[in-house]
């Protein structure tokens, strides 16, 4: 490996941090959704949920004014999600973590992308394939992450799964970020919540740490399995993940390495090496339920 690659692979992940289960898209009685704060709240933190964003369409939260939080309760975090065409006639759908001020729908959508990104925003193109995003609209924008998975629209159409997007976004910027979520709406016609979250890696449970380590790619996204470590050494990864059947090193284009057998053998620990020559890498673990969990790209984008 060259010099200039070796300084470039700057693992991301570190094995001194605790996780913290969260979700970054969700909608309550302040939009579209069928439960308030308070319930979303009372849910999650049954299924052990440390933290969750207010994604309301087009109501920029104010969460750390709105709730005083009380010991074991789920940390609240500001957000909003936008939607509507831009200057080329493409319409998006974009959540946007962080504290933002004077957004409003009557401002239109390509003025409130630009002042959510001017605030300092974590910009995620939310269910592109849901949406009908062409990859070209997908790297339009410059957009920090996708949504790889997205529970309800999964529920809704099997239009959840955004994995080719992600890597067409990764092919222009290797350091893209992949989330999964709910879009939780948690009514009659979109009743599904906690099939889809992230576990960031943080210190404590602040407001800061959280938006540091998602905006650092420190976290993973699963619909099922956990990884337990992840660690990168020169070109070789090693984990430590519940009980899975697949483990796979997932590169570009073509590239893949993989481990596991159909005969249903599990297995907690697996190492990869990396080839030097890729770009970028990740993992994807699967159960024998089909659940799955990607980490980021394993090195810091450059």
């Known amino acids: 490996m060259n010099d200039k690659t070796t300084c470039l692979r700057v693992p991301r992940y570190d094995g001194n941090q605790q996780w913290f289960k969260g979700n970054t898209h969700i909608h309550s009685t302040a939009s579209d959704g069928g439960w308030t704060f308070d319930q979303l709240e009372q849910a999650y933190a049954s299924a052990g949920y440390h933290f969750l964003f207010r994604t309301d369409h087009w109501v920029a939260s104010q969460a750390q004014r709105a709730c ?68 070209d609209e997908a790297n339009r924008w410059a957009f920090d992450g996708v949504e790889l998975y997205n529970h309800v629209c999964q529920w809704l159409n099997g239009k959840g799964d955004a994995r080719p997007y992600w890597h067409a976004m990764l092919t222009d910027a290797p ?30 449970l602040t407001p800061e740490a959280i938006m540091d380590s998602l905006r650092a790619g420190r976290f993973y996204s699963s619909t099922g399995p956990e990884f337990y470590t992840i660690s990168v050494s020169d070109a070789v990864v090693t984990a430590s993940t519940s009980p899975v059947q697949f483990a796979r090193l997932v590169g570009p284009k073509s590239g893949g390495r993989r481990l596991g057998s159909f005969e249903k053998v599990s297995m907690d620990t697996f190492t990869f090496e990396i080839p030097e020559d890729w770009p970028y ?22």
């Open 281 to 302: 890498a990740y993992l994807e673990i699967e159960d024998d339920c089909g659940g799955r969990a990607w980490t980021n790209t394993l090195w810091l984008a450059p």
């Open 68 to 135: 005083a939080p009380t010991k074991g309760s789920l940390l609240w975090l500001d957000g909003v999600e936008l939607d509507g065409f831009d200057e080329m006639g493409s319409y998006y759908h974009v959540v946007c973590l962080g504290t933002f001020e004077g957004i409003e729908r009557a401002m239109g959508f390509p003025k409130a992308l630009a002042a959510v990104r001017e605030q300092g925003g974590i910009l995620i193109l939310a269910h592109p394939f849901w949406t009908g995003n062409t990859f």
């Open 175 to 204: 350091g893209t970020l992949g989330i999964a979520s709910d879009d939780a709406h948690t009514t009659a016609s979109h009743p599904g919540w906690n099939g889809g979250w992230v576990r960031v890696q943080a210190d404590v």
